[in-house]
Structures are given as structure tokens and as C-alpha cells.
């Protein structure tokens, strides 16, 4: 008997179906990814193999069975048993995932007792057990510490020390690792690895990144609109793709290793920034998030600036852009002092739903860089704002239009016309693709390539994603705790990186090739050593 | 607890300046109003000569900055009156004397406070009880009948004035049942069991008409943590509903509680108006309506400092809870 066995499901909430007709199995031990960008169902589907969907008035049809369990007849006893028990689900952003009353060890061990009669100071001792194996330090004085106290890494792997806690036949785990920098994505997977050698458990692992899944598992099932697209060994399916969406997917993926424009930028300084600093609170509290950082950026040319979360890479392009007074240090655009806000200089936010007014139409939001020049006749408005949808990909009718009626790329790509209405010579784009699904962060790179072409623009690309940076970028700039740790051409900063962080950085990032993983698995455990 | 004590002292000179500020309006707003205060404490049949000499006798004739700064400083050192014949001494913190009846407003605030203090406390446990729990209950059942039941009778708690449920519950329960003497205020240090039967009805009536926001305001802020990520990692791990409810929800619903809670016992100190008029509860809600009608001014500025001294205590308890409840404020 197998330990997963999915057939014919179906889910629907309300007229919307967000899986349909999907089947799959998983034998005991094995590995399983499944595979899709936001809106394929594949969440839906690990929320169902848990009975989660009961009484949300979500429908579910077809048989699940997990380990042993008919999920769909079984009584609210028996998949509270099943639930936490053989079956151990981890979740995606483990800051809201756990409780932020209660200490962390008190967690694990309220749900081991759920599961083992045993007493309180028994679960304690195992909770502090799970933690040691999942590799928090010094576990026993730190399972007393509230998620807040945890960093985002440790926090993840105390979620999965609270799966590990009832030694599960499976874990299902949603996302484990996109709130998470690549390193620490890397050390996550590197112990899910690791575990699931150990003790020989099965695991079902969703996620948007095909990378992820291919470091970590056996078998693959590319989903798409809640329909399985193609499954197989992941050799297979990623290596030589038999479906045109799969290989649509991988094309679109940005890899370390894929062929790149070469640059021919001119050597003329538009911005410049020498010594920049910024520091965030006073006397004891200060905090320094960008100590000395100079850097230039010529005209028609990417700057990439990569770092984790916390490296000063936002606070960096801010001041930038003039949205931030550095507390020390010069910006010099075009041969002149930049300081203050300069409609020559702007920007492009990461979240394109935060970013764009709700109760405004995305026209009336494209038109503020333009009222704010002056231009006050209505016609001329919407005649350039219809001019600027149009550059960006979208339809000039699409003036009148809310914020909420577009895709996360289409939003972007707002942001982008509204950005461009200012008629910049220099944009800042911070994590302009990382909250987009893989596809859609093509088209979007796409465009901002083109509209560089075009217009002759200099773009500063700030991302945590360093295969997306090395594709569209000419120079690139690695941050670390708010210093630049290296500079340089693409080639040179990529193929042979002289800073043993950027050196980490590179082989934290997941390979599409299960081989590539293995490789890159043993050069992080060589660092590790080293 | 450095920063404990810190926070103690940062919100007590907040607390300072937040009263002083008041006592600035409220001597503003009641002084510098038109009317003439000289003829109403004399009374209509004072002749010119008698509504001067009154003025005269109360500093009605001084400039309204130096009788504000004679206020403060009686407030901090004390003062004496002449009333007449006699010198009265008023020591620190002297808030003035009445217009009407030359007593001391300390001494008047002293004998009302403990009546409204306790109508206040007792019916703070009950309406925290009744509110807390139909909220969650209501929540808890959700789209069900009981829920429907439920917040039908909170609503009608709410929509219905106290002097309806307060007349209802003294006629049925004193009246009709016999079952308790109509309600007379005895002290707490007198007899407290008296103290507590007498009271019953008038927290009663108090508690019924708070309890409605905290019902709706638990019963939202109970919703919004159920549909929380944490909780659906907890039933995900099979944890039982009432625990999920009970311990994880519950706890991270209470925030909101606690700030309405503050606000609440604050302002009823002084505001329980028609449940201390209704019950005939010598209270400071009652004797400041008083002093309003007749334009004791003293009365009026120190009782309003009283309650808002109460209104910020409340609120300082209540950053405390805060702190106590969730880790991660700090209290600053």
C-alpha cells in the first residue's frame, strides 16, 4: 500500500475549481514535488491530503488516502489522529505560523501530547530534543524563546522539529523555505535532506521554485489550473521536458548558468555615490544600515546589488533615488550635488499590490509624476498615460481601471509606466520580479531590457535573487551587512568570485539539475567545514 | 526591571502634563464662559451690591491667569480662605472650595469616590465576563443559531438605555420578586456583604450595557486570530478545538480588549450619570452634573481632573497588561 494515494480529486470553492481531477501516488520514503506557479492548486492539494478543507466550504471529491487513512470518510477523531501524527505538515512563512504568545517549546510539546500520552515535562524534554536535531543551538534555553526571538531560518526549522516531534511516515511541506534568503533556503533543504536519510520518511514538497525541487526530491508533478501537466523522475522531467508548459517554466527560470548579453555600455558617469551611510536610531539603538558604500552607474547600463534580507540593499537604493538622506557620504547625477527627490531619478517597488493606491484608477496613478511637473490639461494626460500603457505591454482603455482587476505582472508593469512618466534617465528597481511567478518575471525582466534599449536608461536592479541579477545585469555589487563586499563586471564577480560571502551566496543558489544539486550540496557542506 | 521603572516614571510625568493640560481647558471653558457666576452662587434676589461683594469674596475680579496660577498654587503647597468671618485652611492638594457650599472639593471628592469606585469595579468583572464570553461563544459558533441568539441579546443590551434595564430590574427583582431591597448605598467598610447585595442591581445595569461592545469587540478580534496562520498550524497538528480556541485564539484576541477596558473604567468613574442617579448612588458622575447646573466652578475643574486621573491610570494598567500579555512590546 502506498503512503499517498490521490485519486480523481477535485476541489472547488464555490464556482471556482482549483483542482481537477488530479492523481498521484507516493510510496513510503519517496520524495514528491509538486510543482506550479500561484494559482495552480497545488497548496489546495496538501491542505486536502490533511482533510484541512473540512467545513471552510471548500467541495472535495475523489479518494485520499494517507497512511492508511481515508481522508474523505475518516470521523474528526481519526484525522485528528492522522493529522500531526503519521502525517506532519510545514508551513510557508513560519513567522505567522506559529503562535507569538507562547514559547517555542511549549508549542512542540502541546502537540506532541496530542499525540503521546505522555506528560507535560516528558513533551518538554522531546521538544528540546526535536530542536537539538533540527539543529537550533543550545535548544533547551532557547525552546524557551518566543518566535519573535527566532531569526526567519530557525524559526522554519522549529516548524520542522514540531513535524518531527511524532516521528511522521510523511511530511508535507508547503513552501518551506520562500520567505527564507538563499542561504538559509540551502541550510533548510540541506536538513530536510538530511532528515528524510535519516529516518527514511516520505516527503510531499509544494513549491513555485523548480529549483527547490529539483535540490530536494525524486519524482516531479508540474501542475497548472489544478490539472497535472506532466510527472516523472525529476532527471526526466526537468532534463528533457515532454510537455510545451514545463518547458515553458524552465525557460523562463533564471539560471546561473544561462547565456547573457554582453554589455556595451558607454563609459559616461550618470550617478555616482561616494562614501554613502545611513544609520536608523540613536545612541545605543543605532543601527547602521549602510556604512560606506561608493559605487557608479553609467549611462544605458545595469547595476545589479544582491544581498540577503537585512544586507542594506533597499535603505542603498532609497537614498538613491532621494527618498533617503544619507547621514553621510555624496550623490553626484549627471556632474551635479543629488540631493531630495528628482523626476530624473525613479523608482520601481517590489510589492505592485502595496505600490499602487487601491482606490484610485491605475491611470490617475501613472498620471501623478505628470501632474506634479505641471501639466494640468486633461487631454494631454490621457493621451500620454494611454502612450506609457502602451509602452509597458498593457491597453491605453486600461486608464480608467483599478489596481484590482490586473495580474501581479500587469500591476507591475504599471508600476513601471508610472515610473517612466517622470521621463527618468535613471530607474531604481527594487525586487522589481521576486513577489512574480517565474513566467510572468520574465516578460517583466523582458520589458525592462527593451525600455533600457529604447531610452537609453540606466537601471539599478536591487534583488535577493542572484540568477535573475547576473541575467539582466552588467555590473553587479554584492552587499553584506551594508558594505559592498565586491564589485565588478558580471562575468568576473560570477565565474570567479574572490569574497568567500559571494562564494557562499553562489553555491546557496538551487541548480535545475539533480546532479548540479548534488554537487552544489557537498561544495556548501566543504564551506560549511571550512 | 530598570526599564519597568523607566516606564513608571516616563508615564507619570505624562501623566502630570496630560492633567495639567486639562485643568488649562477645562479653566478656559468653564471661566471664560459668558454668564455671570457671581449672580448665580448668590442666588436671583442678590441685589447688585451683595452679587459684587461675592465676586469680590470668590476673586472673580482677578484676571484669569492669576486665579489659575492661585489654583496651582493651592494644588501644590495648599491655601487658605477667608469665608467671612473664619479662615479656612485647605492643605495640599488643595483643588479650591465650593461656590455653594464653602466645603473643601477635596473633602467632596473624597466622600463620592468610593461610590463610584465601586460601582465601577464590580460591574468592570461583570461586564468583562458577560462581554468576553458571548464573544467568544459567538464566535466560536459562527453563522449558527446560538450565535444569532446571542448577538440579538448583546445588540438589545446595547440599543436599550439604562434607565429601561435599571427600572426593569428593580421592579422585577425588588418590586415583583421581592428577592432584594430596593438598592441604598452601603459603605464597603461598613458591611460588606450589604454593600455587595445593594450593589448587585446597579453593576447589573452598568455591566448590561458595556458588555455589548466588548461582545461585538471580542467576537471580531476573535475571528480575525482564528483565520491567523498559527491556528491553522495547530489544527493542522490535530491540537482539539477547544484548546485552538481556548488557549491560542483567546490569548491573541485580548489586546483590544484590554485598550477598551481601560478607556471604559476610566470614563465611568465619572460618567455612570444615570446608573448612580437612577439607583440614587451618591457618586461623581451624579454631584458633577450638580456642580455643572449650579456653576460651582471648583467642583466642576477638580472633579474633571479626578476622572481624567483615572482615565489615564486606566490607561497606564492597560500598557502594563499589554506588556504582560505579549513579549514583544516594550514598554516605552
Given at each position: ?21 488530479l492523481?498521484?501516488?507516493l510510496e ?11 494559482g ?14 473540512r ?38 512563512d ?9 514559547a ?17 515535562r ?27 526571538e527566532?531569526?526567519?531560518g ?26 527564507l ?27 513555485h ?13 508540474v501542475m497548472?489550473?489544478?490539472?497535472a ?23 523562463a ?7 547573457r548579453?554582453?554589455s ?6 550618470v ?20 556604512d ?5 552607474l553609467?549611462?544605458?547600463e ?6 540577503e ?9 532609497r ?14 547625477f ?10 530624473a531619478?525613479?523608482m ?12 484610485r ?44 482587476e490586473?495580474?501581479?505582472?500587469q500591476?507591475q ?26 513566467t ?6 523582458g ?5 533600457q ?38 562575468e568576473?564577480?560570477?565565474e570567479s ?10 553555491a546557496?543558489v ?6 548540479a ?14 | 526591571?530598570?526599564g ?6 516616563r ?40 452679587v459684587?461683594?461675592?465676586?469680590r469674596?470668590?476673586?472673580?475680579d ?5 486665579r489659575y ?19 479656612q ?21 473624597w466622600a ?6 465601586s ?19 459567538s ?16 445588540l ?14 428593580m421592579?422585577?427583582v ?18 460588606p ?6 450593589l ?7 455591566a ?19 483565520a ?10 490535530g ?12 490569548r ?6 484590554i ?10 468613574v ?5 446608573t ?6 451618591p457618586?461623581i ?27 489615564v491610570?486606566?490607561?497606564a494598567v492597560?500598557?502594563?497588561?499589554y ?6 512590546v516594550?514598554?516605552?
Amino acid at each position: 500500500m502506498s503512503l499517498v494515494d490521490v485519486t480523481g480529486l477535485r476541489v472547488d470553492f464555490g464556482a471556482l475549481r482549483a483542482v481537477d481531477g488530479l492523481s498521484f501516488r507516493l510510496e513510503e520514503g519517496a520524495a514528491l514535488a509538486l510543482v506550479g506557479e500561484s494559482g495552480s492548486g497545488k497548496s489546495t492539494v496538501a491542505s486536502a491530503l490533511l482533510g484541512l478543507h473540512r467545513g471552510t466550504g471548500a467541495r472535495v471529491e475523489g479518494s485520499i488516502e494517507v497512511a492508511g487513512t481515508d481522508v474523505q470518510r475518516a470521523s474528526e477523531e481519526e484525522l485528528r489522529r492522522l493529522r500531526g501524527g503519521p502525517a506532519a505538515m510545514v508551513f510557508q512563512d513560519p513567522l505567522s505560523s506559529l503562535d507569538p504568545y507562547y514559547a517555542i517549546g511549549d508549542q512542540i510539546a502541546e502537540v506532541y501530547r496530542v499525540h503521546a500520552r505522555v506528560s507535560r515535562r516528558a513533551a518538554r524534554t522531546r521538544a528540546v530534543e526535536v530542536l537539538d536535531r533540527v539543529g537550533i543551538p543550545d535548544a533547551a534555553r532557547r525552546s524557551r524563546s518566543r518566535p519573535h526571538e527566532f531569526s526567519g531560518g530557525m524559526r522554519q526549522r522549529a516548524l520542522i522539529a514540531m513535524a518531527l516531534s511524532c516521528e511522521p511516515r510523511l511530511l508535507i511541506a508547503d513552501e518551506p523555505t520562500t520567505a527564507l534568503d538563499v542561504t538559509v533556503q540551502a541550510q533548510v533543504l540541506d536538513l530536510l535532506h538530511t532528515l528524510r536519510e535519516e529516518t527514511g520518511m516520505g516527503l510531499l514538497l509544494v513549491t513555485h521554485d523548480v529549483g527547490v525541487a529539483a535540490e530536494s526530491v525524486d519524482e516531479v508533478l508540474v501542475m497548472r489550473h489544478g490539472k497535472a501537466v506532466e510527472h516523472g523522475p525529476v532527471a526526466g522531467v526537468l532534463g528533457a521536458p515532454a510537455q510545451p508548459y514545463t518547458r515553458e517554466l524552465l525557460a523562463a527560470v533564471p539560471r546561473l548558468d544561462a547565456p547573457r548579453k554582453t554589455s556595451t555600455a558607454p563609459e559616461e558617469v550618470v550617478l555616482e555615490a561616494a562614501g554613502l551611510r545611513r544609520e536608523f536610531g540613536r545612541g545605543k539603538r543605532a543601527f547602521t544600515a549602510v556604512d560606506d558604500v561608493s559605487l557608479t552607474l553609467r549611462r544605458g547600463e545595469t547595476l545589479g546589488i544582491v544581498g540577503e534580507s537585512g544586507s542594506g540593499k533597499t535603505t542603498l537604493g532609497r537614498m538613491l533615488v532621494g527618498l533617503l538622506e544619507p547621514t553621510a557620504g555624496t550623490l553626484t547625477f549627471e556632474g551635479r550635488a543629488h540631493t531630495g527627490v528628482n523626476p530624473a531619478v525613479q523608482m520601481v517597488f517590489q510589492d505592485p499590490v502595496s505600490s499602487l493606491n487601491p482606490r484610485r484608477s491605475v491611470g490617475e496613478s501613472i498620471a501623478d509624476p505628470l501632474r506634479a511637473r505641471g501639466e494640468r490639461q486633461e487631454g494631454r494626460i490621457r493621451e500620454r498615460v494611454g502612450e506609457l500603457l502602451e509602452r509597458v505591454g498593457l491597453e491605453a482603455a486600461h486608464y480608467d481601471r483599478y489596481p484590482h482587476e490586473f495580474s501581479g505582472g500587469q500591476r507591475q508593469r504599471v508600476g513601471i509606466a508610472r515610473a517612466l512618466a517622470a521621463g527618468p534617465r535613471v530607474i531604481v528597481c527594487d525586487e522589481p520580479v521576486s513577489a512574480l511567478d517565474v513566467t510572468t518575471q520574465a516578460h517583466v525582466v523582458g520589458l525592462l531590457g527593451e525600455l533600457q534599449r529604447e531610452l537609453g536608461l540606466a537601471l539599478v536592479f536591487v534583488a535577493h535573487d542572484l540568477a535573475v541579477v547576473r541575467q539582466v545585469s552588467d555590473r553587479v555589487a554584492v552587499m553584506r551587512r551594508g558594505r559592498v563586499v565586491e564589485e565588478g563586471p558580471v562575468e568576473e564577480v560570477y565565474e570567479s568570485p574572490r569574497d568567500p560571502y559571494t562564494r557562499q551566496l553562489l553555491a546557496a543558489v538551487p541548480a535545475l539539475d539533480p546532479e548540479a544539486a548534488a554537487r552544489r550540496r557537498a561544495q556548501r557542506r566543504e564551506l560549511a567545514a571550512a | 526591571m530598570n526599564g519597568f521603572t523607566g516606564f513608571v516614571l516616563r508615564r507619570a510625568v505624562g501623566a502630570a502634563v496630560t492633567l495639567l493640560a486639562i485643568s488649562v481647558i477645562v479653566y478656559i471653558v468653564f471661566y471664560a464662559t459668558p454668564g455671570n457666576v457671581a449672580q448665580i452662587t448668590c442666588g436671583p434676589r442678590c441685589s447688585p451690591e451683595q452679587v459684587h461683594q461675592v465676586a469680590r469674596q470668590l476673586n472673580l475680579d482677578d484676571p484669569l491667569f492669576v486665579r489659575y496660577g492661585h489654583f496651582l498654587q493651592g494644588l501644590v503647597a495648599g491655601q487658605d480662605y477667608s469665608t467671612g468671618t473664619s479662615v479656612q485652611h485647605c492643605s495640599a492638594p488643595c483643588l479650591g472650595l465650593s461656590y455653594q457650599s464653602d466645603q473643601q472639593v477635596t473633602q467632596l471628592i473624597w466622600a463620592k469616590l468610593p461610590v463610584s469606585l465601586s460601582l465601577v469595579a464590580g460591574a468592570m468583572v461583570l461586564w468583562l465576563i458577560l462581554g468576553v464570553g458571548t464573544g467568544v461563544l459567538s464566535a466560536w459558533r459562527r453563522g449558527r443559531f446560538s450565535e444569532r441568539v446571542l448577538t440579538g441579546i448583546t445588540l438589545a443590551g446595547t440599543a436599550t438605555p439604562v434607565f429601561v434595564i435599571g427600572l426593569v430590574l428593580m421592579i422585577v427583582v425588588c418590586g415583583e420578586l421581592r428577592l432584594l431591597p430596593f438598592p441604598q448605598y452601603v459603605a464597603l467598610t461598613d458591611d460588606p456583604e450589604q454593600w455587595a447585595w445593594n450593589l448587585l442591581l446597579p453593576w447589573l445595569s452598568l455591566a448590561l450595557i458595556e458588555a455589548a461592545a466588548f461582545a461585538r469587540l471580542t467576537r471580531a478580534s476573535m475571528l480575525e486570530t482564528l483565520a491567523e496562520d498559527h491556528i491553522r498550524t495547530f489544527r493542522a497538528y490535530g491540537v482539539g478545538e477547544r484548546s485552538v480556541v481556548g488557549r491560542h485564539a483567546l490569548r491573541g484576541a485580548f489586546a483590544p480588549v484590554i485598550a477598551l477596558n481601560a478607556n471604559n473604567v476610566g470614563s465611568a468613574v465619572g460618567g455612570a450619570v444615570l446608573t448612580e442617579t437612577l439607583f440614587g448612588l451618591p457618586g461623581i458622575g451624579q454631584e458633577l452634573v450638580h456642580a455643572v447646573n449650579v456653576v460651582d466652578l471648583p467642583v466642576v475643574v477638580g472633579m474633571v481632573l479626578v476622572i481624567g486621573f483615572f482615565v489615564v491610570l486606566a490607561n497606564a494598567v492597560a500598557d502594563v497588561l499589554y506588556a504582560v500579555a505579549d513579549r514583544r512590546v516594550v514598554l516605552t
